[in-house]
């Protein structure tokens, strides 16, 4: 029995070694995902459960896509050739956790700005999401944003980009265009204005805090504004972060949509 199923086996060797550079690039693809994409690309999850989870997602994925959206370009298994479209597919998970996680950069953004006018700039803690120090309201936005993407189902939008790209995005004819460029200019510009939006009301009563504390320390300068000022301003920020979280999960949350739409449109 076992010599009447050897020839047949070693009859499909051929086609399983052909289809083995196509695997690979779709593999490589959703890898890029899980080096930069929110959640999946936490220094917290160890390099071999993300290779695992590539390789087991990729391989599921190059079974149920249709062949026209696989391949539009001859592959060879050979590294020289191979390469390039490698980068390229690597690109492409890349860019859309890269876009995905710009809505909680933004709000760590507008925290570490909060923090460092409410006095907290020396109190900062290791953040193994991004592999750097951050003060104690950018980690605190930043946690809850990434709790908020994940309840809202944003880690399966993003693997759902993914899958989506290969028909929209065959392997090996990925380019980057203008019209992309802009595209993300203007995110990060988007990005840039909610930062500046969910610390503007601090930013406005730290100012005016300030103009209060030069107001008194003209008028009783007996008084010690240094030991005053600091402990109000800690006080004061504390508050308008508390009474703030609903709008600022309002805003962070409406970017979060609008940014998986634009994947969607871009990439499935």
Do not use: C
Not at 76 to 99: D, K
Not at 119 to 148: E, H, Y
């Amino acid at each position: 029995m076992g010599n009447s199923l050897f020839p047949f086996r070693m009859s499909h060797l051929p086609a399983m070694l052909d289809q083995i550079p196509t695997a690979l690039l779709v593999i490589f693809r959703i890898g890029g995902l899980m080096i930069y994409g929110p959640v999946f690309g936490s220094r917290v999850i160890p390099v071999r459960v993300k290779v695992f989870l590539s390789f087991i997602i990729g391989l599921a994925v190059f079974r149920i896509i249709d062949t026209e959206h696989l391949q539009q370009v001859p592959l060879e298994l050979n590294l020289w050739s191979l390469a390039p479209m490698v980068a390229m597919e690597l690109l492409i998970g890349l860019i859309i956790g890269f876009l995905g996680s710009l809505p909680l950069v933004s709000l760590q953004i507008g925290g570490l700005i909060m923090g460092q006018q409410m006095g907290l700039g020396l109190a900062r803690s290791f953040n193994p999401v991004i592999n750097d120090q951050a003060n104690v309201v950018g980690q605190l936005l930043f946690l809850m944003a990434l709790a908020g993407f994940v309840l809202i189902g944003g880690h399966e939008a993003m693997v759902l980009a993914v899958l989506n790209s290969f028909r929209h995005i065959p392997l090996g004819t990925f380019r980057l265009d203008p019209e992309f460029a802009a595209v993300l200019t203007g995110l990060l510009t988007a990005s840039l204005e909610v930062a500046l939006r969910v610390a503007a009301p601090l930013l406005a009563l730290i100012f005016l805090q300030t103009l209060a504390m030069g107001f008194v320390a003209k008028t009783v300068p007996q008084l010690n504004i240094l030991s005053l000022g600091f402990p109000l301003r800690i006080l004061g920020g504390l508050l308008i972060v508390t009474l703030g979280l609903v709008v600022i999960d309002d805003v962070v949350m409406e970017m979060v949509d609008e940014v998986l739409q634009l994947i969607f449109e871009l990439f499935g």
